[in-house]
Every structure is written in structure tokens, then in C-alpha cells.
């Protein structure tokens, strides 16, 4: 299923060399907002490429979750309230199966995106050994153009990191929207 | 105006026909696309249905509290719902100061002593009544301030929950108006025994199509298979058999209601277990199936428990209680333009594992970010641009008029097109250009 047409640990930022031979780590505290950046746009770069295989690799194996919460509702908890999007990995993948197949009528043809990422902001690392995330906080703004209309989705990510084989992988991502309504975007088909 | 007949008649027919053709001999019915597309049309559909028809503005579990208030616009109008302090009544007012007009619900929603309008400071309390008038005395002894309270929508009732609005006083009374569809509404309220609540979150997004694709859409069995291809293939992923597929039928409920009633392969939190909601929820569901045979009884259990509704009440209200509630509500703002308004409903206290299942069901099928309504957008918009192509002046709406109307046929969509024409009377004709 995993494109092999470029994947993330080519582009991603590598750990430090530990002791020569070939393992590397990652120290989560020690992690530049440059190398966040960097990831940043990596990501950002795969979803417009609509290179989803490969940005599934961008994330870690497991208790992984990317939330959307309701416009009107940025604190909703998707174990309570009603949510846009609550993926677990099986619905992550399942989702990109979607967008890659001929029959996601909103999205075939694909839109032509446009994921802005800044105001980065690094957290504290938590947690220690291989228990350890980093919440990082970034502002987007994505661009969204298909059949003659132009979308935007204003928001904040809200990430949570953590390093395997000394790459950063996410762990979660949330997405809150900062339009009052999803109207003036229509629908969200597309990943933010 | 008086209104044309639709039977043939030579000196009418020779100038305007009508635009709902309802040839039964034929068995063809076929709707004008101007219907989709006029501004004129659309003028019209403003006044004479909106205007007139009971229409949902929410639901009482969002204003359980007294001065518990949500502001919103019902037909195009920005009203808000307030549970009074004082009397303890649900309230539906127009969202303007009686002084000079401004809006004096200011938050989308909240819980509020009064409503103070800004401008100049008119303040009124939950139900309604003008308390706070600045500097009084310049009014003079003669003014009646008692008149000067919010002014409530001309009629608002309440039907077990669901509160409507009509701007029109001489709607005829909700229940009436409801005629078939209230024994739907009553299954969905009588399955969470009578304790119904709106889930916090509200999926609000647009559609740039015309509002009566959404109301044939809610109710549109045949596109299922073809539309959702995706959606389907994710049930499998998940672990659901799509074996038996989907048997039903659709009904006309009257007064342009319509509903589709169907047994599907996809397990339903109330109560029809599926391996999905794993072997911990088994004896849950059992138990709540129990709970509903001993009260109504197994034919009408079962009906709750095992069949799926889709619920079209008219004009724009759309209740479809499958593997998850949705309430929805949708309102043009042009001809080619329309906001959608959602929420999930589910029963108050559900069982933690239950209500996972029932909050996945719904993003993943029901919600604009899900595997299957942007899909439903598509189609509408699709739908919308071929219009504009021209050439093409009907849309066919005939199938099944020839047999007993099943869940794939069109019958609930010609039931909401009939009172559409009865509703717009002389509007629902074109001139034979």
C-alpha cells in the first residue's frame, strides 16, 4: 500500500548519530523549531502532492489520532461531543484509501491545496524514554481551489510528537478551525 | 391571483403549463429545472413556503436550563430560543430590539439573566419582558412600555422536543401539520424512552446547489449504492456484512411529508447489535431491545430496534434515525445556494460504549467531513452546474409510479413536489415562452 515514490525519513530530519553504528535517536527536549519547520512543510508538501501513502508514514504506529472538533465546539471532546473528523489509524488509512480511489466524488478530480504552516510554537517535551511527546502548536491557513471555487480553512494545529529510530513521528494532530461556521468553506473532505 | 388548474385546458394550457407535470396515466412525473434555477421562483419559495410552513428551530434539551437561550435563523430569519426564568417556557423571538432593531442576542449561545440590546441599552428579560428602559421619564406617563417586549414568532409549539416556528398565524396547529410524520417522530422519541438530547457540536456547512436537491437527497434510496461506493467499502473494512442489503418501502406521510422505511445491513445503537460494536455491547443492546419489547411490545420494538427512518418533514426539516440521528435543517439563500444545519440526536444517559459507536456512525456517514455526505455535495453541485448546461428543461422523478413504492423508488420525493405545487399555487407555473 506505502508508495515508495519518496518517503518521509528521505526528507525528515535525521537524530543524531549514535555511536557510529547506524542507530539514532532522538532527544525529544533537544529538538529545534527548525527541525519542527521542517517537518512541517514536509507534511505540508505531501498533502498537496496528494501523496498520502507517504504522508501515512509520517505518523507514528500506534494510539495515533487526528480530530477535526465542530467549528462551534473547538474544545469538543470526540468521546462526548459531535466532532468533524476522529481518526484512529484504521480510519486514517481508510480515509486515504478513499481519497485515492476514483470514487470520493468530492475529491475526483482531486482540489488543488495549498497547506500554510506558521507561528510555530514548541512545547515542553513530557514524559521520558520512549513515553516522551513534544506538543508543538502552528498556525495554518489552507487554499483549496477545484472546479472554478476557492476554499480556506483558517486554524491551529495542535500536534504531539514523538521520536522512532530517531525520527519525529506524530503521535496526534488536532486541527481547530478558526471560521465560526464551515460554511464559507462548504465541506471537508480534504485533510487539513 | 387565482390559482390555475392543473387539468388540461385550452385556454390556459396555451399560455402557462405547469411546473410539476404529474401525468399518472403516462406514468411519468417530471419536474422544470426552473424550478431549481429561478430567482423568480426562488422569491416566491421565500414567501410562500417559508413564510407559512411550521419550520424546526431546535430542539428543548438546548435550552434545558432557565435562561438557557441559542440564537440561530429560522427561514432566513435571525431569531433566538430562550427557556424563560421566570416562567419556565421555551420561548422563540425575533432577534431584534423593539426600540430601534438591533439584534439583542448577540452569542450564538449561552445562559442569560436578560437581554441587553447595546445600542442604547433596552434590556429585556428571558421571557420577554422590557425591564430596563434608560432614563425612563423622558418617555412621558402615556407610552405603554408593557407593549414594547420581545416580540415572539407569530406561532411557536413544541412537539415532544422538537420545537417549531411558523410566521404565519394562521398556520393550522403543529400536530396537524405533522399528520403521518408524527408516528416517525414518536418512534425515534419513544426509542430513547421519551428523553432525547442534541449532542454538543453543530456540523454547519453550505451546499452551492438548489434546497430541494437536499430534501429529494435525504430521502433518495436509489443513489445509496452508486453514490457511497466508499462509504460501503469502509463498513466492509470495518467488519460490517453487507449481505441482505437494503428492503424497504416509502411512504407519503401527507402534507408533503415523506419517509423511507427500510431494513439495512449496518447495526443501530438502539438496538440492533453488530459484531462493530464488540462483544462487551452485546448484552447491552439486548438489554435496551428487552427494555423496548416490554414497553411497546415486539412488532413495535422491532420497528424501533431493527428498521431505518429517513424522515422528510416539510418544507426543510430532515430526521433520519439509521445508524445514527440526524436532525437537519436547510435553508436557501439563492436560487443555486443553500446553508445546511445539523446536529446529532441521541438519548440522554446512553451507555458510554454505545454513544462511541453512535459519534463514529455519524461523522463517518452524516457529517460534511465523513466518508459519504461531501460525496452527497458533489452530487447536488454536480447536479446544479448541469443545469446551467441547458437543453434539458425536466428532471424525472418517475420511478416506481408503476408498483408498490420501494426504499429505491422516487414516491417520497413526488409526495414533497406535490405540496410544493399546491403550495406555490399560481407561482408553480411558467410561461410557454
Known amino acids: ?192 | 391571483m387565482t390559482i390555475v388548474s392543473n387539468r388540461p385546458d385550452a385556454t390556459v394550457t396555451a399560455t402557462r403549463f405547469p411546473l410539476v407535470d404529474d401525468d399518472a396515466a403516462h406514468h411519468r412525473f417530471r419536474v422544470h429545472r426552473d424550478t431549481m434555477t429561478s430567482p423568480g421562483i426562488f422569491r416566491e419559495e421565500v414567501e410562500r413556503i417559508f413564510g407559512h410552513s411550521w419550520l424546526y428551530v431546535g430542539h428543548e434539551s438546548e435550552v434545558a436550563a432557565p435562561g438557557d437561550y441559542v440564537r440561530r435563523p429560522v427561514g432566513g430569519r435571525p431569531v433566538f430560543m430562550v427557556r424563560g426564568a421566570k416562567s419556565g417556557n421555551v420561548h422563540v423571538f425575533h432577534n431584534t430590539c423593539t426600540h430601534r432593531g438591533a439584534v439583542v442576542c448577540r452569542h450564538k449561545s449561552g445562559n442569560a439573566k436578560v437581554f441587553q440590546c447595546f445600542y442604547h441599552a433596552w434590556t429585556f428579560d428571558s421571557d420577554g419582558q422590557l425591564t430596563g428602559v434608560p432614563d425612563r421619564d423622558a418617555y412621558g406617563t402615556k407610552l405603554d412600555f408593557s407593549q414594547l417586549g420581545l416580540r415572539p414568532v407569530a406561532r411557536m409549539e413544541n412537539y415532544r422536543g422538537f420545537v417549531f416556528a411558523s410566521f404565519d398565524e394562521n398556520a393550522t396547529d403543529l400536530a396537524t401539520y405533522l399528520a403521518g410524520a408524527r408516528e416517525y417522530l414518536d418512534l425515534v422519541i419513544d426509542s430513547g424512552d421519551g428523553e432525547m438530547e442534541i449532542v454538543k457540536g453543530t456540523n454547519e456547512y453550505c451546499i452551492g446547489a438548489n434546497w430541494k436537491l437536499l430534501a429529494e437527497n435525504s430521502i433518495d434510496g436509489y443513489h445509496a449504492i452508486s453514490t457511497h461506493d466508499t462509504y460501503f467499502k469502509y463498513l466492509i473494512a470495518l467488519g460490517t456484512s453487507l449481505k441482505g442489503g437494503v428492503q424497504g418501502t416509502a411512504r407519503d406521510l401527507g402534507n408533503g411529508h415523506a419517509v423511507l422505511e427500510y431494513a439495512a445491513p449496518w447495526g443501530r445503537p438502539i438496538a440492533k447489535w453488530e459484531p462493530l460494536f464488540g462483544e462487551h455491547a452485546r448484552q447491552e443492546v439486548a438489554a435496551l431491545r428487552a427494555g423496548l419489547v416490554g414497553k411497546y411490545g415486539p412488532e413495535r420494538a422491532s420497528r424501533m430496534a431493527d428498521v431505518n427512518r429517513n424522515l422528510l418533514i416539510y418544507p426543510n426539516l430532515v430526521v433520519n434515525d439509521i445508524m445514527a440521528i440526524t436532525v437537519r435543517t436547510f435553508m436557501p439563500s439563492a436560487p443555486d445556494q443553500m446553508d445546511v444545519t445539523a446536529w446529532e440526536m441521541a438519548p440522554r444517559d446512553e451507555l458510554p460504549a454505545l454513544r462511541q459507536r453512535r459519534l463514529d456512525s455519524f461523522l463517518t456517514f452524516l457529517g460534511p467531513a465523513g466518508f459519504a455526505t461531501p460525496d452527497d455535495l458533489e452530487a447536488l453541485e454536480s447536479c446544479q452546474q448541469g443545469f446551467r448546461s441547458g437543453g434539458v428543461e425536466w428532471n424525472d422523478i418517475s420511478r416506481g409510479m408503476d408498483r408498490v413504492p420501494q426504499a429505491n423508488d422516487e414516491a417520497q420525493m413526488r409526495a414533497f413536489w406535490r405540496q410544493w405545487q399546491r403550495q406555490m399555487g399560481d407561482a408553480a407555473y411558467q410561461e410557454v415562452r
Open chain 1, 1 to 192: 500500500m506505502i508508495s515508495t515514490a519518496h518517503t518521509a525519513a528521505e526528507a525528515l530530519p535525521a537524530g543524531e548519530p549514535d555511536g557510529g553504528n547506524g542507530e539514532a535517536s532522538l532527544d525529544l527536549g533537544s529538538v529545534t523549531r527548525a527541525q519542527i519547520e521542517d517537518f512541517l512543510y514536509q507534511e505540508a508538501r505531501l498533502l498537496d502532492d496528494w501523496d498520502l501513502d507517504t504522508w501515512l508514514t509520517l505518523w507514528a504506529e500506534d494510539a495515533t489520532r487526528y480530530v477535526v472538533p465542530c467549528n462551534d465546539d473547538p474544545d469538543g471532546d470526540p468521546a462526548r461531543d459531535l466532532v468533524l473528523i476522529d481518526d484512529d489509524q484504521l480510519r486514517m488509512r481508510l480515509r486515504v484509501e478513499r481519497l485515492n480511489s476514483r470514487k470520493a466524488h468530492r475529491e475526483y478530480p482531486h482540489s488543488r491545496t495549498n497547506h500554510q504552516v506558521s507561528n510555530v510554537v514548541m512545547g515542553t517535551a513530557e514524559g521520558s524514554g520512549s513515553d516522551a511527546e513534544l506538543p508543538v502548536t502552528a498556525a495554518f491557513t489552507v487554499w483549496r481551489f477545484r472546479n472554478g471555487k476557492t476554499s480556506c480553512y483558517v486554524g491551529r494545529y495542535h500536534y504531539r510528537f514523538i521520536a522512532v529510530g530517531g525520527e519525529l513521528r506524530i503521535r496526534s494532530k488536532r486541527s481547530v478551525l478558526d471560521m465560526t461556521e464551515l460554511r464559507p468553506a462548504g465541506d471537508l473532505a480534504i485533510i487539513l
